[in-house]
């Protein structure tokens, strides 16, 4: 058995005091949370197993991400239940290690997924020629979702598993579960620092990224498509009449007139041979009509790691602060309660995460009607057939 540690510092402080249906009530809030969260992330799983159609590159990273939530429903948050109502670890050293060790790899591999996510989205807008002609074992998905895992382990777990051995004694009592360097203020900054304000920066950089590319194009097409008259595209007197807000008779009037014009040079190309290999109209539309495509397609894609970034952001900036925090003053400064309620937003995440995927992603909602509601469906789908 380890030696304790001279000078070790205090338990953490217990648990409040709450009466017998306070702690029923945040029983039920605690099993409800870890119930939503494997549910959530089976779901996901299923999804990707059954259908076929989100077996895209990018959506093998959910993928990761789902498997490192539902492991923090299924064994972290059940195991610390008894332990948050009570104060008190009843499951002993050995399980301590391994709670300690699932919990901070999962945590870590979920934001490491979201950073090769953003990343992933990054490079598909952005360099989307590139991103689509990739060859290579880096451009593997599954040799990504390795090496998140790799990197996951590397942080956390080996301080977890050795600090005491090289300390040569411990500082966490009997009774208690927490790990060795919890009030070590260097180490959870350096951490920290990789843990969170690293993949913070970096995901924010990639969405502003994403952000001025789409704008950039917005720009540039607004100018393309309107072209002054003299040119050879037809698309400028359709974009005038739109910011004009056109009636009924000039719009009917333009598009009996552009008909002609198409007529015309249809003739005129098939007469002259040297302009028969020219862009056509019907040509300059379809292109045009491919780049709105793109475009308004990417834009869902911000949108939706726009919303996953942020909420990101917000269930992890408050434990990371009050971490450091309550590491450089030994515990002395932060209530155990406000240490409480951000530890647990962290689990909140990962809860939240399957609820995102519906919500920014159209395929993800098709297949998670198709597993829920089959008939509702097969109606759909006949009715789009």
């Known amino acids: 058995m380890m030696l304790l540690c001279n000078g070790t510092v205090p338990p953490q402080p217990s648990t409040p005091q709450f009466s017998l249906g306070v702690l029923v009530l945040l029983a039920l809030l605690m099993v409800l949370l870890a119930l939503v969260t494997i549910l959530g992330n089976v779901l996901v799983i299923l999804a990707f197993i059954l259908d076929k159609n989100l077996r895209h590159r990018n959506n093998y990273f959910f993928l990761n991400l789902a498997i490192s939530d539902f492991a923090v429903g299924a064994f972290c948050i059940p195991l610390y239940i008894p332990y948050a109502l009570t104060g008190i670890w009843h ?170 014009i198409k007529k015309e040079s249809l003739v005129t190309e098939s007469s002259s041979p040297s302009r028969a290999n020219s862009v056509t109209p019907e040509n300059d539309f379809s292109v045009s009509a491919r780049t709105r495509s793109k475009l308004y397609h990417d834009k869902k894609i911000a949108k939706s790691l726009a919303i996953i970034v942020c909420v990101f952001a917000i269930c992890w900036a408050p434990y990371t602060l009050v971490m450091i925090i309550r590491g450089a003053c030994q515990s002395e400064c932060v209530h155990s309660v406000l240490y409480q309620i951000t530890f647990w937003l962290l689990w909140i995440n990962s809860s939240l995460n399957p609820f995102l995927y519906p919500l920014c ?12 509601c089959p008939k509702k469906f097969a109606l759909l789908r006949s009715a789009s057939c």
């Open 361 to 372: 992603h159209d395929k993800f909602r098709m297949a998670f009607m198709k597993i829920l």
């Open 91 to 260: 499951f002993g050293r050995g399980m301590c290690k391994l709670w300690l060790l699932i919990d901070y790899l999962m945590c870590t591999a979920s934001v490491f997924n979201i950073v090769i996510i953003s990343y992933d989205r990054f490079l598909s807008v952005t360099k989307a020629v590139s991103y689509r002609t990739q060859q290579g074992i880096m451009s593997n998905p599954v040799v990504k979702m390795v090496a998140i895992w790799v990197f996951a382990f590397l942080l956390y777990p080996p301080a977890v598993l050795l600090w005491e051995y090289m300390a040569g004694c411990t500082v966490v009592r009997e009774g208690q579960c927490y790990a060795e360097f919890f009030h070590n203020w260097y180490f959870l900054l350096c951490a920290s620092t990789l843990e969170f304000f690293v993949p913070l920066i970096s995901v924010t950089y990639f969405n502003l990224s994403i952000f001025y590319n789409i704008q950039r194009r917005q720009r540039r097409g607004s100018t393309q498509y309107c072209e002054p008259p003299g040119s050879s595209s037809v698309t400028w007197r359709f974009c005038f009449l739109l910011r004009r807000g056109p009636s009924l008779s000039e719009t009917e009037d333009s598009a009996s007139s552009s008909m002609r």
